[in-house]
């Protein structure tokens, strides 16, 4: 086996995992219940599978003796530095915007210890001085 099959096989991998982690993502982003599960397939799916398939063509050009093109190193840097920070802020937009994800203010229906939504009420303290009567 000489070396260029092996980097083609190397080159082919690549280029099937990117593949599978963009079906796999897509595929999440259909199926997946809320904002944050949809945010979770897609964002790992970018980063993983694009920068597999860019790695394989930067490889791929490589082994031509075409040398690696700037744009592809400048594209696949960009895409993980952005990528994760744009999936961080489309998920704490969604929480800002949920009115279930946000914590009751003090003596909003919900804040009782019960678990049944109703408001707390303050206990008054008894007076045990006049001897238990009221």
């Known amino acids: 086996m000489s070396a260029d099959t092996v980097f083609e096989a190397v080159v082919a991998a690549l280029l099937v ?3 599978a982690f963009l079906f796999i993502g897509s595929l999440g982003l259909a199926r997946l219940a809320d904002i944050y599960q949809r945010l979770h397939g897609p964002a790992k799916a970018t980063t993983v599978g694009i920068g597999a398939l860019l790695v394989a063509s930067m490889a791929r050009h490589a082994l031509l003796d075409e ?3 700037l744009r592809e190193v400048l594209v696949t840097v960009f895409l993980f530095l952005t990528a994760p920070v744009s999936a961080h ?7 800002a915007l949920d009115p279930a994800a946000r914590p009751p203010a003090p003596g909003e229906p919900g804040t009782s210890r019960s678990g049944k939504g109703e408001a707390v009420t303050p206990v008054q303290p008894r007076d045990d001085r006049a001897g238990g009567r009221a």
């Not at 489309?90 to 929480?95: D, E, G, K, V």
């Open 17 to 19: 995992v990117g593949g």
């Open 67 to 69: 040398g690696v093109d």
């Open 89 to 95: 802020m489309l998920a704490r937009t969604a929480f």
